[in-house]
């Protein structure tokens, strides 16, 4: 694993350099918009001091940017840059409306795009947004509710023209949308995969006859971690150091979580 990890990093290194070489040769070295790329780097300098000070420099290099709401309001101050031709706003169910309206305001066209049937954002610990519930047994829990999401009141009040995606064309074998496809999405169409059932592609049931004691499902965390063990045992190379299938583990509960680890 240690190797794996080192190799990541290097990888990682050397995207970096490739994006930076890349970068370096679109600056025309006699403009004098871009003399402080070659001169002595002030350490202390932050990103909201470089876009403010080299305002008309960066906007040469760079028209379109993908950040954040929040770091568009801090960087792209009114006072250095003009207002927004288009903001476009992905995974607009996971944002909160209040921290869309600062760029909202600046933009003269807006686009949101997002999904109503995905989760609404959550805002951990919060104390006023958590709930008490009381079980059968008597036993208490705290949850969190979740917010309005922006998508969610653009489309309630009508505020935009709505389009729904029609087609779905991610997904390497149907049966990953199936059941979305019929839940939630039945008018959407999809493309047939090339290999509608293969080894590794789609769902596989694995049942444990576990129960859930404090948050923490034994067997259920002893199950995972044995798979995970035969998909390392497949797909990891020692000499190479490499893992040449990647893994993700989703469980339901920061303690269950915590068990898998």
């Not at 031709?85 to 305001?105: G, K, M, T």
Request: aromatic share 10%; proline share 5%; net charge negative.
């Amino acid at each position: 694993l240690n190797a794996l990890a080192g190799a990541e990093e290097k990888l990682f290194r050397a995207n970096a350099a490739v994006i930076e070489r890349k970068c370096m040769e679109q600056i025309d070295p006699d403009d004098p918009d871009f003399a402080f790329v070659h001169a002595e780097r002030d350490p202390s300098a932050t990103l909201r001091s470089i876009f403010k000070k080299y305002a008309r420099a960066i906007l040469k290099l760079k028209k379109c940017f993908i950040i954040t709401p929040s770091t568009a309001a801090v960087l792209f101050r009114p006072e250095e840059y003009e207002n927004f031709d288009v903001v476009i706003v992905d995974e607009a169910s996971q944002l909160e409306p209040v921290n869309l309206l600062p760029v909202l305001f600046r933009s003269k066209q807006c686009v949101i795009v997002g999904d109503e049937w995905q989760m609404p954002p959550i805002k951990h610990f919060v104390a006023q947004y958590e709930r008490r519930v009381v079980a059968e047994d008597g036993t208490e829990t705290m949850v969190l509710e979740p917010e309005l999401s922006a998508l969610t009141l653009a489309l309630r009040n009508q505020a935009f023209h709505a389009e729904e995606l029609l087609c779905h064309y991610r997904s390497k074998t149907e049966s990953l949308i199936a059941f979305s496809q019929e839940q939630f999405y039945p008018h959407m169409r999809t493309f047939p995969a090339p290999l509608p059932k293969d080894e590794g592609l789609g769902f596989k049931d694995v049942y444990v006859d576990g129960y859930c004691d404090g948050g923490v499902n034994e067997k259920e965390a002893r199950a995972v971690v044995k798979l995970l063990e035969e998909h390392f045992d497949r797909y990891y190379d020692e000499k190479a150091g490499t893992l040449s299938q990647s893994a993700g583990v989703v469980a339901f509960g920061e303690k269950q979580i915590e068990r898998i680890k």
